[in-house]
């Protein structure tokens, strides 16, 4: 049996090195890998090129990273909660390149499936196509780097032509992920929203690191409901279920009546 495990955070992304890129999961705040994100920003750390769909919030997820200038480029699909991400951006401190949500997840999957490039109509007639999206601001509002022009292609589905767009397949060097279970093989079950990104992060990664909130013996996991198999998962670390984990915008319902 091949045991995956590993006794810290820390020890689990001790050999991240300065200018890596990360795949990290979350979807907004759920499913961020914490824990991991806390060990690297103690590490030191730092020139990282990052993919998620979000980068946290001021002070928690991937904005503490970001807080600390630990980030020197990002591709996300979502960056409206952090107010530092956007002082950095405009600044000229950090690259982003931002891509469409499902054409993001659709990159990562394809990058760990082995899928080099696809095609979709997602971003035609845009500059996500045609080019000239502002990555990094010269610092006195200027364009320092633009995204550039994309290939496209006419196909015709279900006898209709339609023109598509060549995006390319992400890979990165390692890969953080959260998930409520998994066994010392690596294989993983995610709760709810934390399913979202999580798991084509995971696949995305040259070497996988997941946390997970419970530890479990090989066979305890029925294999229906194993969301990632653990072929993808390099490392696994015990995190607890009772790891803080905190929520972007808390709204209620008016009681009935009101």
């Known amino acids: 049996m091949i045991d995956k495990t590993i006794a810290s955070a820390a020890e689990a992304v001790a050999d991240i090195p300065d200018g890596a890129s990360l795949a ?3 979807f907004g705040l759920s499913g961020n ?12 750390t730092t020139d990282l090129e990052i993919v998620s769909n979000n980068c946290g919030v001021d002070d928690w997820g991937l904005g503490v990273l970001l807080a600390a200038h630990r980030i020197r480029r990002i591709t996300a699909s979502y960056v409206g909660e952090n107010k ?4 950095q951006f405009l600044s000229g401190e950090l690259e982003v390149e931002l891509t469409p949500q499902g054409t993001l997840a659709e990159k990562l999957r394809a990058g760990g499936s082995g899928i080099a490039a696809f095609y979709t109509p997602t ?24 995204s550039p022009r994309k290939d496209t292609r006419t196909f015709a589905v279900n006898g209709v032509e339609r023109e598509y767009v060549l995006e390319e397949a992400i890979v990165t060097d390692f890969a953080l992920v959260h998930a409520l279970k998994g066994d010392r093989r690596g294989n993983l079950v995610f709760n709810k929203a934390a399913r979202n990104f999580n798991p084509i992060a995971a696949m995305a990664g040259r070497v996988c690191v997941a946390q997970v909130e419970r ?22 670390v015990e995190v607890g279920g009772d790891i803080e984990k905190r929520i972007e915008k808390r709204t209620v319902r008016a009681s009935e009546g009101n």
């Open 24 to 26: 990290v999961g979350g």
């Open 33 to 44: 890998p914490t824990a991991l994100i806390q060990a690297l920003l103690e590490q030191g």
């Open 84 to 87: 530092e991400f956007e002082r």
């Open 123 to 146: 971003g035609v007639g845009t500059q996500v196509a045609e080019g000239g999206l502002p990555r990094k601001y010269d610092g006195s509002g200027g364009v320092a780097i633009a």
């Open 215 to 236: 530890l479990v013996e090989p066979g305890e996991l029925d294999p229906d409901e194993i969301h990632l198999p653990g072929v993808f998962v390099h490392r696994i």
